[in-house]
């Protein structure tokens, strides 16, 4: 027990002696507005929403389909300095703000990628919803545990512990589940892909601490 604790406690140690990163961004600047046969407009957050997320950049988009399908997208991107996770999940806001959670499971899509799937209802209205984190390593993150060990990994390997959660909703129409869910897995592999090709980059701080780096959230 004692050689673990002096382990642990040299690596906890030797991680809070290397310099601060700062996060580069632009690359989400460049994150196309069209994604195969979905377009989209960005959706601004309001002002309080987005002090409360404390992302390093947001992205809140509508995504219409050709044949009038549309898909809702919230994007949190948190780097090291952050903690590489968000404060708040979506069970938690979605209760906070009235919605009833009727299901949750846990859903195999595409490769490393997993998604928690929720139905969740408010005032007549249905929408399933996917959720999961992603990190600079890997996707398909749940939550909890698996979070923590990529950030550990991350910090041990490359010095990174920067991650994001990636929310996306669907409307569930006429009790249509399948539909609604066929349609989600779908974006969901193609909006991963493209967050993938637009991942941010982190560096170390200069040595004023100057972090200018940095865009403006989001």
């Known amino acids: 027990m004692a050689i673990i604790l002096l382990v642990v406690g040299s690596i906890a140690w030797g991680l809070a002696l290397r310099p601060r990163l700062s996060v580069d961004a632009t690359a989400l600047d460049a994150l196309p507005t069209r994604l195969g046969s979905w377009t989209s407009e960005d959706v601004p957050l309001e002002a309080t929403v987005e002090s409360m997320l404390q992302a390093d950049y947001n992205v809140q988009r509508l995504y219409r389909h050709e044949s009038g399908d549309v898909v809702w997208v919230y994007f949190g991107y948190y780097g090291t300095e952050r903690g590489g996770t968000p404060e708040h999940t979506p069970q938690v806001c979605y209760k906070a703000q009235g919605w009833e959670i009727e299901d949750h499971e846990l859903l195999e899509v595409a490769g490393e990628l997993r ?3 929720l139905v969740v209802s408010f005032g007549g209205e249905r929408q399933l919803v996917h959720y999961w984190f992603r990190s600079f390593r890997k996707t398909g993150l749940r939550g909890g545990f698996d979070q923590l060990l990529d950030h550990l990994m991350g910090r041990l390997t490359n010095d990174r512990a920067d991650g994001s959660l990636v929310r996306v909703s669907t409307p569930i129409e006429d009790g249509d589940r399948d539909g609604a ?3 989600l897995l ?10 993938a090709a637009h991942w941010p980059r982190e560096a170390p701080a200069d040595q ?7 865009s403006p959230a989001r």
């Open 115 to 117: 998604v928690n799937e």
């Open 181 to 183: 869910r066929s349609r």
């Open 186 to 195: 779908a974006f969901d592999t193609s909006f991963d892909t493209l967050l």
């Open 208 to 214: 004023d601490g100057d972090e200018d780096l940095s």
